[in-house]
C-alpha cells in the first residue's frame, strides 16, 4: 500500500465509510477504489481517469484534492496530451480541404441569385398583403361602430334590473368567503403548533421528537450530491440513493413512529419536516451525520 493509499483509506474509515458505502457516494467501481488505496493504478482506463477519481475519493471523505495532489505529486501519474499519429499525411488533408473549398466556392453565386430572388418576392408579398390588411380593419372598424349605436338603443330596462340584482346575490357569497378564510386561517395556526425538538446529540447522531402535529411529512433536497438511507423503526429502507443538486425527494411517514437517516456529504443535505428545516447538532463539515426523528401522532388542540 502506498503511502497516499494509506492516507486516503485513513480518512474513509475514519468518516465510518466502507468501500460499498464510498462507491455508491462517488459512482466509482469498488475495484478501483481498491487500486487507489493499493497504490495499483493499471485495472484503470488511463492517467486521466487516476486524477479524477483521486480527486472524486478525497472529496467524499474531507480531504483538500489540491494540497494531496501536490503533497503526493511523485505518486499521482501526470495526464499528457496524446500525440497525432504519423500516418496522417498533412498533404492529403490540404487537397481534401482545398477541393472541398472550391465545391463551396463555386456554388456561393447560385446560392445568392436564390436568396435576392425570394427576397424580393417576400418585400413584394408584405407590402401587398399590408395594403390589403388596412382596408380590411378599417371596413371591420366601420361595421362594429354602426352595431354598437344600434345595440345601445336596443338595451332593455331589464338588463339593469338584472345587473342590480346580481350584485346583491353576490353579496352574500363574498361574505361566506370571508368567513371560509378565517376557518382556513385557524386550521393553518394548528398545523405551525407543531415541535421539533434535539433531545440528545452523541458522537454523528442527533436525535429529534416531533410533537403536536398530526402528519410527518420528510422533504429531502441538495445542494450538491448527498448519499442519504433513510430506515423507519423497524429497520426497513424507506429510501436510499444518491441526490444531485436541485433534487428532492418527498416522504410521507404519517405512519411510522421514527425516521432514522444516514447522509453522505451532509453539507450538501437539506432535511425539512413538515416545512420545518432541520438543524444539524454537529458541525456539518463532518462529511456523514445521522439524524433521528421520534414521531407519536397526537392533537394539536
Known sequence: MSELGKRLKDARESQGYSLDDLQRITKI????????????????????????????????????????????????????????????S??????????????????????????????????????????????????????KNSQVAVDEKDVPKEADDAKESKDKDEKPLADKDKKQDKEDSKDKKKETDQTLEQTSVQGTITTYNLKKADEFKLSL??????????????????????????????????????????????????INVNGDEVEYGIPTDVVRQDVIINFSKESSE
Open 90 to 143: 498533412r498533404v492529403q488533408t490540404r487537397k481534401t480541404v482545398s477541393e472541398s473549398s472550391s465545391k463551396v466556392l463555386d456554388f456561393i453565386p447560385t446560392l445568392l441569385i436564390v436568396v435576392v430572388i425570394i427576397g424580393i418576392l417576400f418585400i413584394a408579398w408584405f407590402f401587398l398583403s399590408g395594403k390589403m390588411g388596412n382596408n380590411d380593419a378599417a371596413d371591420n372598424d366601420t361595421n
Open 29 to 88: 467501481q469498488k475495484r478501483y477504489l481498491t487500486g487507489i488505496e493499493e497504490g495499483s493504478y493499471d485495472s484503470m482506463p488511463g492517467k486521466f481517469y487516476v486524477r479524477a477519481f483521486i480527486k472524486q475519493y478525497c472529496e467524499a471523505v474531507g480531504l483538500p484534492p489540491e494540497e494531496i495532489f501536490e503533497e503526493y505529486k511523485s505518486e499521482i501519474p501526470v495526464t499528457q496530451h496524446e500525440e497525432i499519429p504519423d500516418s496522417l
Open 221 to 270: 433536497s441538495a445542494t450538491g450530491d448527498s448519499w442519504i438511507r433513510v430506515y423507519n423503526q423497524d429497520e426497513k429502507i424507506l429510501f436510499e440513493g444518491t441526490l444531485k443538486n436541485g433534487d428532492q425527494k418527498d416522504l410521507d411517514l404519517s405512519e411510522e413512529s421514527q425516521a432514522y437517516l444516514v447522509i453522505g456529504n451532509a453539507a450538501n443535505a437539506v
